[in-house]
């Protein structure tokens, strides 16, 4: 073993965003950069007495420098005498896998590289988090003390050496690496044992059935982490036909594309699913499988909708048949899940963007379902978003209510009303003019409240602040809320997963229970809101942009 010194003080601040540390794969491969922050998250992990007995799971979403970092990680967890880590073969693990395998085999807590949806390959992105043993990414005072650790330290534990050659990682099997206590480590199947959970939650037989009946379906894994799940799951285990997952092989720069599954990046998905001959069902999945878009023949579903009726329909689906303990949204989310949980009589959660913020809720086994605006759906199965899940489910539903997808949402607007909704995203704003625009909308806001704008009248104007009602913890500036009466909101914030300027996102909202008006575009039926929200923060005009760079 050897211990490094090295002046890691240049990497200092290194602060996590909403899901883990996301820089350039450049910045990345800076000399100690990964190793800072490695060292900083071991330096805070509790019971450092007992590493021997801990198990590490690791894993990526199989982007360009993922089997750099596996190497680099291994190396590391050994020197400071982690017991064993679980890799995923050829160092993939989707995120909803790996929080899987965290619970399954009891880990300490695992190590997830990804940068999601963003770009992979030289030029792209690279990322990394840390998911507690619960499965679910590390709480706000985990972040912040790895942070607080990279401001100070001085020295990371390696056990690598000038010449040590990589380690295998696509063998399966377990082997020993040096280090304190020896440390074991195992390459493990990244599939199988999430095959085995999606099968104790749906009804295989009737989605075997649902596909051998004829009916077609699209998938979508955008050359990254969720193509050999789906193709196991769906064309393995469902009798799927051969094709029917398309960009299935992961690739380091997810073939150049964009793996974000929305209706800006995911065209190609969305042109598949045009016109009469197109299949019954299609979707998508992002870099790391967590995401999922829904999508019927000639059909988007919004994710905020597709959270609320798979919520209402959810007793259908065996590994929920008992009913729903409660719902969680993201507080940008649409209501529409609030609508269900009322008709069911179930508490409705609303918690601030990151998935991190549902942990609390669903150990507490108060919420089953939790979905976010940005593709993010999942359940108390994991502690993750979980993209193939989310498909399943809709496929589960295709196939007992013998409905379509379109009709299934129809059906839900009908009976609850429809909550019009979109994002627009500002990407690549200069960080001053953003903090700015920021700055200047949360001066204005009780001037604001009680004003009207044409037939809109702003009943509340805040910054969303959230106490979490398990631990007590608080959460401040989680974005800022307009809310007018009837329901339609504005809402502001700044990603925390960029890395490029800032994002600033906008994200609208309307309700609309008349069904003769459910056939609206969009942005026609937002549009007061849209000319609203520049009004009020002067996008425009701050950003230097004529247009959101992507709408959703
Ligand atoms: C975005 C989404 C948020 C999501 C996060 C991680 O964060 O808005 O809902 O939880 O990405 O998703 P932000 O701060 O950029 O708005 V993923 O697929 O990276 O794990
Ligand atoms: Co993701």
Redesign the pocket.
Same mark, same amino acid.
């Given at each position: 073993m050897s211990a490094l010194t090295v002046p890691t003080q240049p990497f200092a601040g290194q602060r996590p965003?909403?899901?883990g540390l996301r820089k350039k794969v450049t910045v990345f491969q800076q000399p100690h950069y990964l190793e800072n922050f490695v060292q900083s998250l071991f330096d805070i992990l509790p019971d450092a007495d007992q590493r021997a007995a801990q198990t590490l799971v690791l894993g990526g979403d199989g982007r360009f420098h993922n089997r750099v970092a596996v190497q680099t990680i291994l190396r590391m967890a050994a020197a400071n005498g982690f017991g064993r880590v679980l890799v995923g073969q050829g160092g993939l693990l989707s995120?909803p896998a790996a929080s899987a395998v965290i619970r399954k085999r009891a880990a300490f807590g695992g190590i997830i590289l990804s940068a999601?949806?963003n770009p992979g390959g030289p030029d792209g992105d690279f990322g990394i988090k840390y998911n507690i043993g619960n499965g679910g990414p590390a709480p706000e005072k985990i972040t912040e003390a790895i942070y607080q650790r990279t401001t100070e330290i001085t020295a990371y534990q390696t056990t690598a050496t000038a010449d040590s050659a990589d380690l295998d990682l696509d063998t399966l099997g377990t082997t020993t690496l040096g280090g304190p206590a020896g440390m074991a480590v195992e390459v493990i199947d990244s599939v199988a044992l999430y095959a085995d959970l999606m099968q104790t939650l749906f009804d295989f037989e009737a989605m075997r059935g649902w596909f051998a009946a004829g009916h077609r379906m699209r998938m979508d894994t955008m050359c990254a982490a969720g193509g050999p799940y789906a193709k196991a799951v769906l064309e393995g285990l469902l009798g799927a036909p051969a094709g029917t997952v398309v960009n299935g092989e992961p690739l380091e720069d997810f073939g150049g594309h964009h793996p974000d599954p929305n209706p800006a990046h995911a065209t190609e998905l969305i042109a598949a699913m045009t016109g009469a001959a197109a299949p019954d069902f299609g979707a998508a999945s992002?870099g790391?499988a967590?995401?999922n878009m829904i999508l019927g023949r000639d059909f988007v579903v919004t994710p905020s909708d597709s959270l609320a009726v798979m919520a209402a329909h959810a007793t259908k689906v065996p590994g929920y048949a008992a009913g729903l303990k409660g719902i969680a949204r993201?507080m940008p989310t649409s209501c529409a899940a609030d609508a269900v949980a009322k008709a069911l009589g179930i508490p409705s959660h609303e918690t601030p =963007? /990151?998935?991190k913020f549902f942990g609390n809720l669903l150990d507490a086994d108060r919420v089953t379902l939790c979905g976010?605006e940005?593709y993010?759906t999942g359940s108390n199965h994991v502690r993750e978003k979980d993209g193939l899940w989310a498909v399943l489910f809709w496929l589960n539903l295709l196939a007992v209510t013998g409905e379509s997808v379109e009709s299934l949402v129809r059906g839900h607007w009908a009976r609850f009303g429809r909550h019009y909704y979109s994002r627009h995203d500002w990407e690549g704003i200069p960080t001053d003019r953003a903090d700015t625009l920021m700055t200047a909308l949360r001066a204005q806001l009780p001037a604001l409240a009680g004003q009207s704008f044409g037939a809109l009248t702003l009943e509340t104007a805040d910054d969303f602040a959230y106490t979490d009602p398990v631990d007590g913890s608080v959460s401040t500036r989680q974005g800022v809320r307009l809310l007018f009466a009837g329901g339609a909101r504005v809402v502001f914030r700044l990603?925390? =997963? /960029?890395t490029e300027g800032a994002?600033l996102?906008v994200y609208l909202e309307r309700f609309e229970a008349d069904p003769a008006r459910h056939d609206l575009p969009p942005q026609d039926a937002l549009a007061d809101l849209i000319t609203l929200a520049d009004r009020v923060a002067s996008i425009r005009s701050l950003s230097g942009q004529a247009a959101p760079t992507v709408i959703t």
């Amino acid at each position: 073993m050897s211990a490094l010194t090295v002046p890691t003080q240049p990497f200092a601040g290194q602060r996590p965003g909403t899901s883990g540390l996301r820089k350039k794969v450049t910045v990345f491969q800076q000399p100690h950069y990964l190793e800072n922050f490695v060292q900083s998250l071991f330096d805070i992990l509790p019971d450092a007495d007992q590493r021997a007995a801990q198990t590490l799971v690791l894993g990526g979403d199989g982007r360009f420098h993922n089997r750099v970092a596996v190497q680099t990680i291994l190396r590391m967890a050994a020197a400071n005498g982690f017991g064993r880590v679980l890799v995923g073969q050829g160092g993939l693990l989707s995120t909803p896998a790996a929080s899987a395998v965290i619970r399954k085999r009891a880990a300490f807590g695992g190590i997830i590289l990804s940068a999601s949806h963003n770009p992979g390959g030289p030029d792209g992105d690279f990322g990394i988090k840390y998911n507690i043993g619960n499965g679910g990414p590390a709480p706000e005072k985990i972040t912040e003390a790895i942070y607080q650790r990279t401001t100070e330290i001085t020295a990371y534990q390696t056990t690598a050496t000038a010449d040590s050659a990589d380690l295998d990682l696509d063998t399966l099997g377990t082997t020993t690496l040096g280090g304190p206590a020896g440390m074991a480590v195992e390459v493990i199947d990244s599939v199988a044992l999430y095959a085995d959970l999606m099968q104790t939650l749906f009804d295989f037989e009737a989605m075997r059935g649902w596909f051998a009946a004829g009916h077609r379906m699209r998938m979508d894994t955008m050359c990254a982490a969720g193509g050999p799940y789906a193709k196991a799951v769906l064309e393995g285990l469902l009798g799927a036909p051969a094709g029917t997952v398309v960009n299935g092989e992961p690739l380091e720069d997810f073939g150049g594309h964009h793996p974000d599954p929305n209706p800006a990046h995911a065209t190609e998905l969305i042109a598949a699913m045009t016109g009469a001959a197109a299949p019954d069902f299609g979707a998508a999945s992002d870099g790391d499988a967590d995401r999922n878009m829904i999508l019927g023949r000639d059909f988007v579903v919004t994710p905020s909708d597709s959270l609320a009726v798979m919520a209402a329909h959810a007793t259908k689906v065996p590994g929920y048949a008992a009913g729903l303990k409660g719902i969680a949204r993201s507080m940008p989310t649409s209501c529409a899940a609030d609508a269900v949980a009322k008709a069911l009589g179930i508490p409705s959660h609303e918690t601030p =963007t /990151g998935w991190k913020f549902f942990g609390n809720l669903l150990d507490a086994d108060r919420v089953t379902l939790c979905g976010e605006e940005s593709y993010g759906t999942g359940s108390n199965h994991v502690r993750e978003k979980d993209g193939l899940w989310a498909v399943l489910f809709w496929l589960n539903l295709l196939a007992v209510t013998g409905e379509s997808v379109e009709s299934l949402v129809r059906g839900h607007w009908a009976r609850f009303g429809r909550h019009y909704y979109s994002r627009h995203d500002w990407e690549g704003i200069p960080t001053d003019r953003a903090d700015t625009l920021m700055t200047a909308l949360r001066a204005q806001l009780p001037a604001l409240a009680g004003q009207s704008f044409g037939a809109l009248t702003l009943e509340t104007a805040d910054d969303f602040a959230y106490t979490d009602p398990v631990d007590g913890s608080v959460s401040t500036r989680q974005g800022v809320r307009l809310l007018f009466a009837g329901g339609a909101r504005v809402v502001f914030r700044l990603s925390g =997963t /960029g890395t490029e300027g800032a994002t600033l996102r906008v994200y609208l909202e309307r309700f609309e229970a008349d069904p003769a008006r459910h056939d609206l575009p969009p942005q026609d039926a937002l549009a007061d809101l849209i000319t609203l929200a520049d009004r009020v923060a002067s996008i425009r005009s701050l950003s230097g942009q004529a247009a959101p760079t992507v709408i959703t």
